[in-house]
T-cell receptor, first 113, second 114 residues
Framework: DAGVIQSPRHEVTEMGQEVTLRCKPI?????LFWYRQTMMRGLELLIY????????DSGMPEDRFSAKMPNASFSTLKIQPSEPRDSAVYFC???????????FGPGTRLLVL | DQQVKQNSPSLSVQEGRISILNCDYT??????FLWYKKYPAEGPTFLIS?????DKNEDGRFTVFLNKSAKHLSLHIVPSQPGDSAVYFC?????????????FGTGTRLKVLA
């Protein structure tokens, strides 16, 4: 059974460009989480969805960040415009339900020059 | 403000000895705690969890201890193996309050020396 799938695995872009990260959760899971990992702050939750509905986006750093989940098998995290301080590893995770164990994807390493 | 703190960024242990990773939290509403392990270029994987109604949970070589009065949990690995070398994250959530999001610490890098 495939785990959480993220694409791209690596992204290098220039400041000001739009970046879109993609995630396919484990089939049958109804909760999806976006995290950002940095050395200083560790793993931070950005937003999570339950049954495709955003439940808590209090971790989204600013209006430049947006996330969507148009259906149960796909989610995107968009940064527009990107800035160098957005450079980090972005993880997507899914769970069977909100209170169940979260399973992480391999992450997208983003570098904004 | 870090609600979950892992004050040791790194730890080195000899193979066969015990590894003890520590985690402190500040929010008394947290009632469920987890440890995740992360290898380079991979996502974190779930290792072990503990509910606040317990003070110990064991799974093979891994044991998590919870001290609610001290707001402290620890992960013991006995015996440590070179394959245990990874970054370990502790996480906490306040599930009884209806919020299920995990708050993670900054991680501790464990190196087990052969």
């Amino acid at each position: 059974d495939a785990g959480v799938i993220q694409s791209p695995r690596h992204e290098v872009t220039e400041m000001g460009q739009e970046v879109t990260l993609r995630c396919k959760p484990i089939s049958g899971h109804n909760s999806l989480f976006w995290y950002r990992q940095t050395m200083m702050r560790g793993l931070e939750l950005l937003i999570y969805f339950n049954n495709n509905v955003p439940i808590d986006d209090s971790g989204m750093p600013e209006d430049r960040f947006s996330a969507k989940m148009p259906n149960a098998s796909f989610s995107t995290l968009k940064i527009q415009p990107s800035e160098p301080r957005d450079s980090a590893v972005y993880f997507c995770a899914s769970s069977l339900d909100r209170q169940e164990t979260q399973y992480f994807g391999p992450g997208t390493r983003l570098l904004v020059l | 403000d870090q609600q979950v703190k892992q004050n040791s960024p790194s730890l080195s242990v000899q193979e066969g000895r015990i590894s003890i990773l520590n985690c402190d939290y500040t929010n008394s509403m947290f009632d469920y705690f987890l440890w995740y392990k992360k290898y380079p270029a991979e996502g974190p994987t779930f290792l072990i969890s503990i509910s606040s109604i317990k003070d110990k949970n064991e799974d093979g070589r891994f044991t998590v201890f919870l001290n609610k009065s001290a707001k402290h949990l620890s992960l013991h690995i006995v015996p440590s193996q070179p394959g245990d070398s990874a970054v370990y994250f502790c996480a906490a959530s306040a599930e009884n309050s209806g919020t299920y999001k995990y708050i993670f610490g900054t991680g501790t890098r464990l190196k087990v020396l052969a």
